[in-house]
């Protein structure tokens, strides 16, 4: 099985920054793209920023420009950068990655983690 375990969630104030990470563990081949995703209460989840296993990138038009992600393929970690934070950056943030396991290296299965809280007052 795979894990997906998220750290760096907190509370920050307005125009603040704070990072994200995401490890993931199990009996993993590749991860293809890993992406960040956040649900705000009463809102669906929605697409924050993604990035390939080559390193090409792709934000939400409300995160581009404070926002960077960035991964470590060695580690199996994606970070996420989130710098001039807004209140309307609250939310749960949970990373997603295209796993492909030794088991069944054919087929890439997405997993997620469990979610980690960014609160974003002051």
């Known amino acids: 099985q795979v894990q997906l375990v998220e750290s760096g969630g907190g509370l920050v104030q307005p125009g603040g920054s704070l990072r994200l990470s995401c490890a993931a563990s199990?009996?993993?081949?590749?991860?293809?793209?890993m992406a960040w995703y956040r649900q705000a209460p009463g809102n669906q989840r929605e697409l924050v920023a993604t990035?390939?296993?080559?390193?090409?990138?792709n934000y939400a038009d409300s995160v581009k420009g404070r926002f960077t992600i960035s991964r470590d393929n060695a580690k199996k970690t994606v970070y996420l950068q989130m710098n001039s934070l807004k209140p309307e950056d609250t939310a749960v943030y949970y990373c997603?990655?295209?796993?492909?396991?030794?088991?069944?290296?054919?087929?890439?299965?997405?997993?997620w983690g469990q979610g980690t809280q960014v609160t974003v007052s002051s």
């Open positions: 990035i390939t296993i080559g390193g090409s990138t």
């Open positions: 997603n990655a295209d796993v492909r396991m030794y088991s069944n290296i054919m087929r890439a299965i997405a997993y």
């Open positions: 199990g009996s993993i081949f590749r991860i293809d793209t």
